[in-house]
């Protein structure tokens, strides 16, 4: 990645690390831990296997930028999400790009008024846990015409951010037989993205795959 592109992009955008692309950060290992925890950093276990991972929404995270940005995870330094991807190899335009960054942002803050107006309360959760979170939460609490209207646009807000993130940040997982994009199974679990193979380089993951960074895409 360029400096001028992350300049020019990421210092804008922040949604690798605000917990709406991905849900953690995987991390190297214990020197890396060890970094985190002393600038003050939650680092957790990850249930069943032998790595750490810094859960998303980062803290470290001040507005669109990284607050402890020469200091900052391995995995956050390689990764490259596809728009970025794109953009490095000419496909799409900067310009495109920071539309497709805003329109996401837009519908992001859309999101999070529909939680907030359904009593959401899990903001250090990645976006989509949130939402199923309030979706949950307020099915189980409110039967009325006004809640259960909220409902069905958070639902929609999120079915069509689901779409922008999988086909321009993730890439969109597409159905062969329907050849249709598949659609947000809003009640399943976070995706799960294969962990990279040990004896794979660092670097060469971070641009084969879309998002190499963590265990855990969040939608
Ligand atoms: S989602 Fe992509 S453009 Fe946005 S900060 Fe992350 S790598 Fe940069
Ligand atoms: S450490 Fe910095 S780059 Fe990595 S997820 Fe946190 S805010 Fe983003």
């Not at 980062?58 to 402890?68: E, K, M, Q, V």
């Not at 020469?70 to 496909?91: K, S």
Request: glycine fraction near 6%.
């Amino acid at each position: 990645m360029t400096a001028s592109l992350t300049d020019t992009l990421c210092t804008r955008c922040g949604l690798c690390c605000d917990g709406t692309l991905l849900a953690d950060v995987e991390l190297a290992g214990h020197r890396e831990i060890v970094a985190l925890e002393a600038l003050g950093l939650e680092v957790e276990e990850d249930d069943g296997a032998d790595r750490a991972l810094l859960p998303l929404p980062c803290r470290a995270l001040r507005g669109t930028r990284c607050n402890i940005y020469a200091h900052r995870p391995d995995c956050c330094r390689t990764f490259e999400c596809r728009l970025l991807q794109e953009v490095g190899r000419g496909r799409v335009s900067i310009e495109r790009a920071q539309e497709t960054i805003a329109d996401a942002r837009r519908r992001i803050a859309h999101i999070r008024g529909l939680v907030a107006a359904l009593g959401g309360r899990s903001a250090h959760l990645p976006l989509k846990e949130r939402c199923l979170e309030a979706l949950a939460r307020s099915e189980e609490l409110h039967d009325d015409l006004k809640s259960r209207r909220t409902r069905e646009e958070l639902e929609a807000a999120m079915t069509s951010l689901d779409r922008l993130i999988r086909r321009a940040f993730l890439g969109a997982p597409y159905d062969r037989r329907t050849r249709a994009l598949r659609p947000l199974d809003r009640m399943s679990r976070l995706i799960q993205i294969a962990p990279p193979r040990p004896s794979e380089p660092r670097s060469s993951r971070s641009r084969s795959r879309p998002a190499p960074r963590s265990c855990r895409a969040s939608w």
